[in-house]
């Protein structure tokens, strides 16, 4: 079982806003990324740190935590933004890498 | 422009060892946590361990006695090993590049290069 825990699945409008969360205790110490993959693809880190985005990410994508949860906000949500989303971090430990069940993002 | 590319045999029966090795292209090797990280069908990502240019591993505890991560400097490679292989262990099977670091007191990491993936089925 993971020890970050996302919802299955959300919906938004199109140009619309969204947020996907992902929850864990050591969301407390560690900072979470989030990563987004297409069908048939690699996934492709789209936010990292405290609310970094690598070269090419758009900037409608945003992130930012509390306590024990890590959001992903998408800010007027776009038909390529369509994809399962998931968060990671290191576990309490701090050895290990978990990820999140992923989230599958539809957009209307 | 650092590029993973990634090979090894998609096919095993069960009991057999998978095998992978991935090349880093374009980029240091050192300072970075070199990574394999898995998808069944159908299901999320899975990370299996990572290994830095020293050989120093970190596993997921979960595969940890049957998984081995090396690392060849000389060739900018690295390798997975799982043994005693079974149906559970068909997935695709991805190589990346780990980031870690601190800021303040929080620790962060991060994959931000992937290879395209690798399928490996264990069926009989």
């Known amino acids: 079982s993971s020890e970050l825990t996302q919802d299955p699945a959300v919906s938004v409008a199109l140009g619309q806003t969204v947020r996907i969360t992902c929850q864990g205790d050591?969301?407390?110490?560690?900072?979470v990324s989030w990563y987004q993959q297409k069908p048939g693809q690699a996934p492709v880190v789209v936010i990292y740190?405290?609310?970094n985005r690598p070269s090419g990410i758009p900037d409608r994508f945003s992130g930012s935590s509390s306590r024990d949860t890590a959001s992903l906000t998408i800010t007027g949500s776009q038909a390529e933004d369509e994809a399962d989303y998931y968060c990671?971090?290191?576990?309490?430990?701090?050895?290990?890498?978990?990820f999140g069940g992923g989230t599958k993002l539809t957009v209307l | 422009q650092v590029q993973l590319q990634q090979w090894g045999a998609g096919l095993l029966k069960p009991s057999e060892t998978l095998s992978l090795t991935c090349a880093v292209y374009?980029?240091?090797?050192?300072?970075?946590?070199w990574t394999w990280i898995r998808q069944s069908p159908g299901k999320g990502l899975e990370w299996i361990g990572d290994?830095?240019?020293?050989?120093?591993?970190n596993y997921n505890p979960s595969l940890k006695s049957r998984v081995t991560i090396s690392i060849d400097t000389s060739k900018n490679q690295f390798s997975l090993k799982l043994n005693s292989g079974t149906a559970a262990d068909t997935a695709v099977y991805y190589c990346?590049?780990?980031?870690?670091?601190?800021?303040?007191?929080?620790?962060?990491?991060?994959?931000?290069?992937w290879g395209k993936g690798a399928t490996v089925t264990v069926s009989s």
């Open positions: 990346a590049r780990g980031i870690r670091g601190v800021i303040i007191t929080y620790h962060y990491s991060y994959m931000d290069v």
């Open positions: 374009g980029g240091s090797f050192s300072g970075y946590y």
């Open positions: 290994i830095n240019h020293s050989g120093r591993t």
């Open positions: 050591s969301l407390r110490s560690y900072y």
């Open positions: 740190g405290k609310n």
């Open positions: 990671s971090s290191r576990d309490s430990s701090g050895n290990h890498v978990v």
